[in-house]
T-cell receptor
């Protein structure tokens, strides 16, 4: 059972570089989310999607972009990496907005 | 801004002790979820609550959905070493489609 898969697991970026964090789920969930977790902190919602073609901002969307062209995939794009974006990024999905969200293993990103 | 206040931020207890943590908000929630995160892993669901007043158990864990729908608590009885980790409350505000998280409670157990 794959569930939610994130790639890469680790990445070091230089300031100003761009990258895409990949997230895919095989549970046919409509709802998908991107969170970031800073050291010793909780999870802050970056963007979420309620279905293919529909995305919306969370609490901390600045510096990020998302797309949802298919039900399975929800990539997160960083266009101009900044040190403040050093964090662990988690992707999650759920069948309905009020049901359990399943999380990926996370992507640990360092911007230097 | 922060919509969920989780406390305490950290706990240091002896093995065998009971643990209690809670989450409060000024908003009304229609779902409360409690997650545990082990180091290097994503959060894993422990208990889900969907009705005001609901009390649900999962082994030694018990959680309740507050009557006011603005709070929830999680109790762990007779703690064991594998209970170590970070516990998060999460919830869906009434009318919203996004899941928001508390700051987490870091549990440390002395054997």
């Amino acid at each position: 059972n794959a569930g939610v898969t994130q790639t890469p697991k680790f990445r070091i970026l230089k300031i100003g570089q761009s990258m895409t964090l990949q997230c895919t789920q095989d549970m046919n969930h409509n709802y998908m989310y991107w969170y970031r977790q800073d050291p010793g902190m909780g999870l802050k919602l970056i963007y979420y999607s309620v279905g293919a073609g529909i995305t919306d901002k969370g609490e901390v969307p600045n510096g990020y972009n998302v797309s949802r062209s298919t039900t399975e995939d929800f990539p997160l794009r960083l266009e101009l990496a900044a040190p403040s974006q050093t964090s662990v990024y988690f992707c999650a999905s759920s069948a309905l907005p009020n049901t359990e969200a399943f999380f990926g293993q996370g992507t640990r990103l360092t911007v230097v | 801004g922060q919509q969920l206040n989780q406390s305490p931020q950290s706990m240091f207890i002896q093995e065998g002790e009971d643990v209690s943590m809670n989450c409060t908000s000024s908003s009304i929630f229609n779902t409360w979820l409690w997650y545990k995160q082990d180091p290097g892993e994503g959060p894993v669901l422990l208990i889900a609550l969907y009705k005001a007043g609901e009390l649900t158990s999962n082994g030694r864990l018990t959680a309740q959905f507050g009557i006011t729908r603005k709070d929830s608590f999680l109790n762990i009885s007779a703690s064991i070493p594998s209970d170590v980790g970070i516990y998060f409350c999460a919830g869906r505000i009434q009318g919203a489609q996004k899941l928001v998280f508390g700051q987490g409670t870091r549990l440390t157990i002395n054997p």
